[in-house]
T-cell receptor
Framework: DGGITQSPKYLFRKEGQNVTLSCEQNLNHDAMYWYRQDPGQGLRLIYYSQIVNDFQKGDIAEGYSVSREKKESFPLTVTSAQKNPTAFYLC????????????????FGPGTRLTVL | AQSVAQPEDQVNVAEGNPLTVKCTYSVSGNPYLFWYVQYPNRGLQFLLKYITGDNLVKGSYGFEAEFNKSQTSFHLKKPSALVSDSALYFCAVRGTGGFKTIFGAGTRLFVKA
């Protein structure tokens, strides 16, 4: 999990509440990603960001929002519009061409488990 | 469109025996292929990747994978399984020049002592 931190480890959300998941990296990576993991479905891409102040929707962006104001940080907000948010959320980053032999590898954080009460 | 298939939900193997976890892919152009491992309630850890060059790629913890272009496969292998190899394994692919990495649904490996 080295270099990427996610907090909190566990998060509980009430109906109609927005919650924000934190993701910070100290790897100096340009690209960052948010994935959602559900049992038997692998990882699905929510949002990604190639550079600061730019981000793109992934395959399941509805009900989520992100920001990328700093290179190190890529927080994810789960809004009340997301009807089934209970899942394990993973943040990842990837080195650019300056990453040398580690270029193309994604580095993952330890994850946040979100549960709706 | 890119896709990855891991046809087995679970693979069971006895400790000391060889193991194979299967992966096939579909991508436009040349593929970048990856294997990751996940232990319970943890993030994914990188095992190995194929970018170009030799079709047999060696990675962490004694794992290796063979890229087969004609069969569009990238099976993960290990000559002698350990109980500690028991985990969830993900195959992933990204097309050359692409930005999105597509992950398979995962295969749970269970190594019995």
């Amino acid at each position: 999990d080295g270099g990427i931190t996610q907090s909190p480890k566990y998060l509980f959300r009430k109906e109609g509440q927005n919650v924000t998941l934190s993701c910070e990296q100290n790897l100096n990576h340009d690209a960052m990603y948010w994935y959602r993991q559900d049992p038997g479905q692998g990882l699905r891409l929510i949002y990604y960001s190639q550079i600061v102040n730019d981000f793109q929707k992934g395959d399941i962006a509805e009900g989520y929002s992100v920001s990328r104001e700093k290179k190190e940080s890529f927080p994810l907000t789960v809004t009340s519009a997301q009807k089934n948010p209970t899942a394990f959320y993973l943040c990842a980053s990837r080195a650019g061409t300056s990453g040398g032999a580690r270029y193309n590898e994604q580095f993952f954080g330890p994850g946040t488990r979100l549960t709706v009460l | 469109a890119q896709s990855v298939a891991q046809p087995e939900d679970q693979v069971n193997v006895a400790e000391g025996n060889p193991l194979t976890v299967k992966c096939t892919y579909s991508v436009s152009g040349n593929p970048y292929l990856f294997w990751y491992v996940q232990y319970p309630n943890r993030g994914l850890q990188f095992l190995l990747k194929y970018i170009t060059g030799d079709n047999l790629v060696k990675g962490s913890y004694g794992f290796e994978a063979e890229f087969n272009k004609s069969q569009t496969s990238f099976h993960l292998k290990k000559p002698s399984a350990l109980v500690s190899d028991s985990a969830l394994y993900f195959c992933a692919v990204r097309g050359t020049g692409g930005f999105k990495t597509i992950f398979g649904a995962g295969t749970r490996l269970f190594v019995k002592a």
